[in-house]
């Protein structure tokens, strides 16, 4: 594997990263090398538009970022998608449906799905606070958590996904 391998990659970075990327894809030994073409190419089949960064970032400095990528994508997912939203809810409140029709009837459908995914939104972001956060009282508890990748079968690879927040307000752009 050479380096010409990633050039399409380099190029679509911002201009002042790309001597960067350049310069440290030079310091990669082929095994890397190889790690980061096949992160790259997994990361684009799963829809990532920053691939190259992201698995770069996970090669060189061991952040799980293919976990966070599709864990961040399946929140958005959760979040802009209204019906599948309101399907959940039913479980829980067996009147949604009238609600949501009385609302969208009231205030347009537009506006009530836009209100929805604002709220979605700010639920999502609390929850990935505290799973990022872990238990803010884990002195008083005794206890915290973490979300842990696995493997295909389940089993833990030991990596903790953190910092979830840093990238989810920049996922609606991505």
């Known amino acids: 594997m050479c380096d010409n391998d990633f050039d399409k990659y380099i190029a679509a970075e911002a201009d002042g990263s790309q001597a960067y990327y ?6 990669l030994d082929a095994k890397n090398k190889q790690e980061l073409k096949c992160l790259v190419e ?7 538009p920053a691939s190259f960064s992201w698995a ?3 090669v060189t400095e061991g952040i799980p970022q293919f976990a966070r990528y599709l864990i961040l994508k399946e929140l958005h997912r959760s979040i802009t998608d209204v019906e599948e939203g309101l399907s959940c809810a039913e479980d829980f409140t067996e009147d949604i449906e009238s609600l949501y029709q009385t609302a969208a009837g009231a205030v347009g459908e537009d506006h009530i799905k836009r209100l929805l995914t604002a709220y979605a ?4 972001g609390t929850l990935i606070s505290l799973i990022d956060d872990g238990n803010l009282d884990r002195d008083r508890d005794g206890i915290s958590w973490s979300l842990i990748q696995t493997d295909a079968e389940g089993t833990p690879t030991g990596q903790i996904i953190e910092g979830l927040h840093e990238d989810f307000a920049e996922f609606d752009k991505m």
């Not at 997994?42 to 990532?48: E, F, R, S, V």
């Not at 939104?121 to 999502?124: A, E, F, L, P, S």
């Open 22 to 27: 350049r310069r440290e894809l030079a310091k």
């Open 42 to 48: 997994k990361m684009n089949n799963a829809g990532c």
């Open 56 to 58: 770069f970032s996970e």
């Open 121 to 124: 939104k700010g639920i999502v």
